[in-house]
């Protein structure tokens, strides 16, 4: 996570950021393609990842009555994951969690009712953002997005009352039918 100043920040509001290649396990064997009886050459089958959408701009924002505001950039995905990366601001006047409870902090659903779990980063498993800070990185959560499906909803806090409290310090956020372009 960067601070908006654009230095590293001391690992309080870091977020596990994750490319789409450190995400993919290495091949097993020594090359892709193998020899029939008649010694053709045949390529190995793996996953075709054609049904994938390419990475998707999104540039969705919404705030919450405590002053904070997450923006969900883009969604890019992969053959064991959908990578969603935001921008998050707290304008509370003190720490804001976009992901209280590390099981249930975030969740994406599509429209075909898969959900898809919500893996948090080791070094800020709640998403802590300090009071006038900005956090941004890559939210990763394990599944391939399913080929049939054709919006998803993202959910900060799911398991809190939408209140929009301006003393919340744990904000529902709720990004709903984010359509997928393929």
């Known amino acids: 996570m960067e601070k908006e100043n654009g230095n590293q920040d001391d690992g309080e509001n870091k977020q596990h950021e994750q490319s789409e290649d450190a995400s993919k396990t ?12 008649d010694g053709a050459d045949n390529e190995a089958s793996e996953i075709e990842d054609d049904n994938l959408p390419d990475e998707m701009k999104v540039g969705v924002q919404q705030s919450h009555e405590n002053g904070t505001v997450v923006t969900v950039d883009s969604i890019s995905f992969d053959e064991e994951y959908v990578i969603v990366h935001i921008t998050a601001i707290n304008g509370k006047d003190s720490y804001i969690k976009l992901t209280y409870n590390i099981w249930d902090g975030a969740k994406l659903v599509d429209d075909t009712g898969f959900e898809y779990h919500y893996l948090a980063p080791e070094d800020n498993r709640d998403l802590r953002i300090e009071s006038g800070e900005r956090l941004t990185g890559s939210l990763v959560f394990i599944g391939r ?23 919340d310090y744990d904000p529902k956020l709720i990004f709903k039918d984010i359509e997928i372009k393929r």
């Not at 900060?156 to 209140?163: K, M, V």
């Open 145 to 167: 997005l399913q080929d049939e499906a054709k919006s998803l909803n993202l959910t900060f806090n799911p398991g809190n009352p939408q209140d929009n409290s301006k003393h």
């Open 26 to 37: 290495d091949e097993t064997g020594p090359d892709d393609e193998t020899e029939d009886e």
